[in-house]
């Protein structure tokens, strides 16, 4: 298993910190605070993290927050934030509506 | 679902490169472009660049722009504007949204050019309105016309940080501080130097605590840090600003090749994630390649000789090439590449402390702590010379591959050499008939034509000038000296503005003549 | 507040399309056609675009290039519009967003 990965693994208690309510992710209004309980809460990896809290998911969809909140669940975890897998990927890389997203351009009859 | 030979997402310097090499080839090349222009960070730069003539040095970024547009409509490359690619698939398929709708395309190769993003650095007030990213100030400036703020601190000495200090006060803006957490300034010294020669001073080993203001920024404190980053106490000073440029680094956008499946990796020389791939660009998926900063910061100049491999790889990968012509121009392009890896600020550098130039001279340790040459350090330096009569006084100290000060001297006045990261030397004997072009062709505007004694107890200095208002000949002033304070009085003698110089007018204004040497810029004020 | 840039010392003096109106919560406001409503707030002293959802905390202008979010607007009624890459045009309605609304929180 990858040693990151391994919840039983002891991180040390959560110490709140004077810049716990600094807000990290901008768009959904998370601070620093909220993503380090997280962790503590057995939240160890980005993909966690952000559906746990929501970081990266508001409309920016993590394009400010996401390199932030990388170094600072690494600081938690205890490891280089190179350690640490990055969220998912997946489309739509950017923002986009609903409807747009439904709204296939229709091709002409026949293929070129 | 349609498809294309080649399909390039990022219209910037490597995305436009790589379309007009495949397209030459006679590929059916397509670009998208998320932004409303193309030509990415490239319209935004009005400094002249670096590197040598091949690199296109001594041209302002937004004229190459404007060449690399021209050449891709030559080479017939069609480009879409407003295209933000959502998605990019393993098997090569590209999901685009154009306006209203989304459409699958298939490319048989794609090269992705996405760029970077901005990286963020938080403090209390950071999400304030006023805190904006120093390409958010560019944007503004150089595209838009309007001025970002009126009084503003910049964080971050690196490249960037430093050119767009330098544009701020070109558009009348007030930078009242320049700092960075880091010991050292991270950008080339002559960027440095002429943004500290117009007064602005440099707070290294500080950085922000906090921002202040309740709707916008009023106002911000810094404080010094020591080796591990944590504030000293009692070392807090406060500016009134209405502005905060975050200018602390660039990160790959390379969330479209992680999504493909391709092989990634964590990177800090290259800048975060990035995917693992040759010196030519494949990536671990075949068909797919990269080019420019998504596979590792660097500069627009690399960006283009990348983003011109890529193509090249990409059209050989599809039977336009023969193997044996990819891999002749190849090395071509690599040694033009290699060639801007050197010197102090190459890759490979990145992170050494280097205490010595190439030619064994001490660099200047004020330069690297306050943005400008200390007096007493300039007279080690070859570019800087006594002589009767005007001469070129070259204050460029930190080996860096440029040399465009070299051709510009009709009469060989200075002398760089074959290695263009060596320092500019000025010429024994030569003859300086006063024609200005070095001063005009210098991109780090560090090179003054200097008569250290006209007879009369007085000297003269032409400077490189690029503000506005233009001061007159006979204006009265102060000369200010390297680290931006008042050495004396000074009058204009003449401003030279010709079309050779580029936008960089040339004002000669006459000292005491003590003052030779260390009177650097004018302002005209009592 | 002379934040628009008459002449540029490289740039000389910046095109602009023809001038036009706007509104600015109600307020008549001029700018230029095709230019990002974000410039155009900017030059006429705006500072806050939105008020975010949890907090009530002002929010402006950030990256300028469409990537972050933190300019949106209600322009024409519809929320969530990213100011600085939206081109300015005759008679817009721009408004201060509060949340994903134009109506203040105390009347939501």
Known sequence: MNQINDRSRDIGEYVPAPDD?????????????????????????????????????????????????????????KVSPADLEPATSRAPMRPIEMRIFANERKEDEGHE | MKRYDLIIVGAGPSGLS???????RGMKVLVFDENEKPGGQLFKQIHKFFGSKEHKAKIRGFVIGQQLLEEADKAGVEVVLNATVIGLYQDKEIVVRLGETI?????????????????????????????????????????????????????????????VSFQLIQCGCEVVA?????????????????????????????TI????????????????????????????????????????????????????GCQMEDNPKRGGQVPICDEYGRTSIPGIFVAGDVSGIEEASSAMIEGRMAGLAAAEYL?????????????????????????????????????????????????????????????????????????????????????????????????????????????????????????????????????????????????????????????????LGRNGQK???AEVVAVKSLKAYDKTNLLTMRVPKEYASTARFFRAEA | MATRIKTHPILGEIEKGRKVTFLYNGKELQGYEGEPIAAALKA???????????????RGIFCAIGRCTDCVMVVDGKPNVRTCVTPLKEGMRIETQYGVSNQPFEEQ
């Open chain 2, 178 to 206: 320049l700092v960075d957490a880091a010991p050292r300034i991270g950008g080339y010294g002559v960027h440095a130097a002429k943004v500290a020669r117009t007064g602005v001073p440099f707070y290294l080993s500080h």
């Open chain 3, 44 to 58: 006429e002293g705006v500072m806050v675009h939105r008020y975010t959802k949890k907090q009530h905390k002002p």
């Open chain 1, 21 to 77: 309510d600094m807000i990290i992710c901008r768009c959904e209004e998370i601070t620093k605070g909220e993503i380090r309980r997280a962790v503590h809460d057995g939240m160890f990896t980005l993909t966690e993290i952000r559906r746990y809290l929501r970081t990266g998911m508001g409309l920016c969809q993590g394009q400010t927050c996401s390199k932030l909140v990388k170094g600072i669940v690494a600081r938690e975890l």
């Open chain 2, 209 to 260: 605590v906090k921002a202040e203001g309740e709707e916008c920024v009023t106002g911000v404190t810094i404080a010094e840090v020591d080796s591990h980053f944590q504030f000293i106490e009692g070392t807090e000073k406060h500016f009134d600003v209405d502005t905060i440029c975050l200018a602390v680094g660039l990160s790959p956008m390379s969330q479209l090749l992680k999504m493909a």
């Open chain 2, 319 to 479: 039977g336009y090439m023969e193997e044996t012509e990819l891999d002749t121009k190849l090395q071509e392009l690599d040694a033009a590449l290699d060639g801007l890896r050197q010197g102090m600020f190459a890759p490979k550098n990145r992170g050494k402390e280097i205490r010595e130039t190439e030619e064994g001279i001490a660099v200047s340790q004020n330069l690297l702590t306050h943005g400008y040459i200390a007096d007493d350090e300039i007279e080690r330096f070859p570019g800087f010379t006594h002589r009767k009569g005007i001469h070129p006084v070259i204050e460029c100290t930190q080996n860096i591959p440029c040399n465009p000060c070299q051709d510009a001297c009709p009469k060989g006045c200075i002398s760089i050499g074959a290695n263009i990261t060596s320092l500019p030397i000025a010429v024994a004997d030569a003859d300086c008939i006063n024609c200005g072009m070095c001063v005009a062709s210098c991109s780090g505007q560090a090179i003054f034509l200097v008569d250290e004694d006209c007879g009369d107890g007085t000297a003269t200095i032409t400077l490189p000038y690029e503000f506005v208002p233009l001061p007159e000949a006979g204006t009265k002033g102060i000369a």
């Open chain 2, 103 to 163: 459409e699958h395309i298939k490319g048989d190769a794609i090269i992705i050019a996405t760029g970077a993003s901005e990286n963020m650095v938080t403090f209390p007030g950071w999400n304030l309105p006023g805190v904006i990213g120093a390409g958010a100030a560019q944007t503004m400036m150089n595209l838009h016309g309007v001025k970002p703020g009126q009084k503003i601190l910049m964080l971050g000495s690196g490249n960037v940080g430093l050119v």
């Open chain 2, 18 to 24: 790589a379309a007009i090499e495949a397209a030459k």
């Open chain 2, 487 to 489: 050495v004396c009085e």
